[in-house]
């Protein structure tokens, strides 16, 4: 970044503490991670997260169906060169002067954000996945161009990464969700571990629900496993901040096991403390695959 295009972030200063401040407020854990990345790229990230931040408050809290519709025909303005006049799209048009950003996975966070509207339990695995890619692993993939110049060798990894994330929200926010009407938890999977909605209902983490929980839970686990391959072509600069969001987010659920797999009743967090600790685990991490090339 060079010349004009970086100066417009001293410009609209104003727009990204705005971006800043939804972050901050929402998620303590993306928040911890990203504050790592040199600045500009922090602030990108900042104003893509209140982008996804928005659509995902307009359903969930709101059930706003035509607040979605606005948003997406701001994102077709957006793309038309109209930018919004409201501090997320005028953050966003820096970011998309600055870097070589792709439309394509905020249209499909959109779509992510619609199944939600005429919400149905998954099916099955496959169902879950689908899913976890609209709401998630698009996106890990507005991201990539902020992180790396080879973002088309390591879309698979970056959409897994969002994936495991994904996942790791459903398994925490059980409770919460079975409050909401919505069930994440595949029907067949359900089936298959004999869970049935009474169980759910009754708030109690029975051994079958816990066996259930660990099979996703190990799927999970092995999406971040899997991202961490995109690591040797993630920029210098942005190693430590995506491998911390992946280390903090991926403690969650031992946060869980910890507290006896009660996702029904309690919010499981992770004190700063601890993130300080996988920051540090973190450092010593990559300062292992650099050297090394080898992955855990």
Same mark, same amino acid.
Request: aromatic share 12%; with cysteine; net charge negative.
């Given at each position: 970044?060079?010349?004009?295009?970086?100066?417009?972030?001293?410009?609209?200063?104003?727009?990204?503490? &705005?971006?800043?401040?939804?972050?901050?407020?929402?998620?303590?854990?993306?928040?911890?991670?990203? !504050?790592?990345?040199?600045?500009?790229?922090?602030?990108?990230?900042?104003?893509?997260?209140?982008?996804?931040?928005?659509?995902?408050?307009?359903?969930?809290?709101?059930?706003?169906?035509?607040?979605?519709?606005?948003?997406?025909?701001?994102?077709?303005?957006?793309?038309?060169? #109209?930018? @919004?006049?409201?501090? /997320?799209?005028?953050?966003?048009?820096?970011?998309?002067?600055?870097?070589?950003?792709?439309?394509?996975?905020?249209? +499909?966070?959109?779509?992510?954000?619609?199944? +939600?509207?005429?919400?149905?339990? @998954? #099916?099955?695995?496959?169902?879950?996945?689908? %899913?976890? %890619? $609209?709401?998630? *692993? !698009?996106?890990?993939?507005?991201?990539? @161009?902020?992180?790396?110049?080879?973002?088309?060798? /390591?879309?698979?990894?970056?959409?897994?990464?969002?994936?495991?994330?994904?996942?790791?929200?459903?398994?925490?926010?059980?409770?919460?969700? %079975?409050?909401? *009407?919505?069930?994440?938890? @595949?029907?067949?999977?359900?089936? #298959?571990?004999?869970?049935?909605?009474?169980?759910?209902?009754? #708030?109690?983490?029975?051994?079958? =629900?816990?066996?259930?929980?660990?099979?996703?839970?190990?799927?999970?686990?092995?999406? &971040?496993?899997? !991202?961490?391959?995109?690591?040797?072509?993630?920029?210098? +600069?942005?190693?430590?901040?995506?491998?911390?969001?992946?280390?903090? $987010?991926?403690?969650?659920?031992?946060? /869980?096991?910890?507290?006896? &797999?009660?996702?029904?009743?309690?919010?499981?967090?992770?004190?700063?403390?601890?993130?300080?600790?996988?920051?540090?685990?973190?450092?010593?991490?990559?300062?292992?695959?650099?050297?090394?090339? !080898? =992955?855990?």
């Amino acid at each position: 970044m060079t010349g004009d295009n970086e100066r417009l972030f001293e410009v609209y200063q104003a727009d990204f503490t &705005y971006c800043e401040a939804v972050i901050k407020q929402h998620s303590k854990s993306f928040y911890t991670a990203f !504050s790592q990345l040199p600045k500009r790229k922090a602030q990108s990230v900042y104003a893509i997260y209140a982008f996804c931040r928005q659509a995902d408050d307009l359903i969930d809290l709101e059930g706003n169906v035509e607040g979605l519709d606005q948003l997406e025909q701001q994102l077709t303005d957006f793309e038309a060169g #109209k930018v @919004p006049n409201t501090p /997320i799209w005028r953050a966003l048009a820096v970011v998309f002067a600055n870097f070589p950003m792709d439309l394509a996975p905020f249209y +499909d966070m959109l779509n992510g954000q619609r199944k +939600d509207i005429s919400f149905t339990q @998954p #099916k099955d695995m496959k169902a879950l996945e689908d %899913y976890c %890619y $609209y709401v998630a *692993g !698009s996106v890990g993939l507005m991201l990539l @161009p902020l992180l790396t110049d080879q973002a088309t060798k /390591i879309a698979e990894p970056a959409k897994k990464l969002g994936e495991a994330m994904q996942l790791t929200n459903i398994l925490r926010d059980v409770g919460e969700d %079975y409050q909401m *009407g919505r069930v994440y938890l @595949p029907k067949e999977e359900m089936e #298959k571990f004999q869970v049935t909605e009474e169980m759910l209902k009754n #708030k109690t983490a029975t051994p079958a =629900f816990i066996a259930l929980w660990e099979s996703l839970a190990v799927q999970a686990e092995e999406r &971040y496993r899997q !991202s961490f391959e995109m690591l040797p072509l993630i920029h210098k +600069d942005c190693q430590l901040a995506l491998t911390a969001a992946a280390f903090i $987010y991926r403690e969650q659920l031992e946060a /869980i096991r910890k507290n006896h &797999y009660q996702v029904f009743t309690r919010k499981n967090k992770i004190s700063h403390f601890r993130k300080l600790q996988l920051l540090r685990e973190v450092t010593s991490y990559l300062e292992k695959i650099n050297r090394t090339s !080898s =992955f855990i």
